[in-house]
């Protein structure tokens, strides 16, 4: 069983697709995707549609929520949140739902995946699974919503668990993946000019795919 992280997609649907074609999971493989799902990106609707049906194909994987997840969930019943969100990619998170998009148009499965479904963070024997970032002093339980939600990355986590720290949120505009040993952050940037970055957590093996559909592979140093 492979554990394969997937970066910020943010409504990068066609990267998305693109992605999870070179990667191939099989049934048994655990992909724990970072959040980050919605806004900014042509198709936020289609990229919960596609995890919301992953759920039956994949009954491994984890589903993070990141902070633009947590702004439209709030955004739905807080009329100073809907503001905020919309400002930062709600426009076209709901256009992605009809011309113009309303938050009735957004299905009851997308709002209960978000709400019920995801999760705030993951950790595994050996990793530490979180979206934004997290005090390396307190163990994933204790950790507050401002770290693992908003809080960019300034250097690596070094977790008092000896856990590698597996992250988004920090875009890397350049579409490579900022590797510090001990913390790996694979927001590359997908709605943008980079890519859509998938991780095996154990073996450094990466691929990435952009929006045009290419796709290109490496490898991190010393995960063998």
């Avoid at 994933?140 to 720290?165: A, I």
Wanted: glycine share 10%; net charge negative; charged share 25%.
């Amino acid at each position: 069983m492979r554990t394969l992280a997937i970066g910020d997609i943010h409504g990068a649907s066609a990267a998305l697709d693109a992605l999870l074609a070179a990667v191939r999971p099989k049934a048994a493989d655990r992909l724990v995707f970072l959040g980050d799902y919605v806004d900014r990106g042509p198709d936020s609707a289609g990229v919960l549609s596609r995890l919301v049906d992953m759920r039956w194909s994949l009954p491994n994987a984890v589903f993070l929520r990141g902070n633009h997840e947590l702004m439209m969930m709030n955004a739905r019943h807080d009329r100073g949140e809907r503001k905020n969100w919309l400002s930062v990619g709600g426009v076209q998170c709901l256009q992605s739902y009809g011309n113009p998009g309303r938050f009735d148009d957004i299905p009851a499965g997308h709002w209960f995946f978000l709400d019920r479904e995801c999760v705030d963070s993951f950790e595994t024997d050996t990793h530490l699974f979180v979206h934004a970032n997290l005090d390396g002093e307190r163990p994933l339980d204790e950790q507050t919503e401002s770290m693992l939600f908003w809080e960019f990355l300034t250097g690596p986590v070094r977790h008092f668990s000896g856990k590698t720290v597996v992250c988004g949120h920090t875009s890397q505009r350049s579409g490579d993946i900022l590797d510090l040993g001990d913390t790996v952050c694979i927001d590359t940037f997908a709605h943008g000019s980079g890519w859509l970055t998938g991780l095996d957590v154990r073996t450094g093996e990466y691929w990435q795919a952009n929006q045009r559909g290419d796709v290109r592979t490496g490898q991190l140093p010393d995960r063998e």
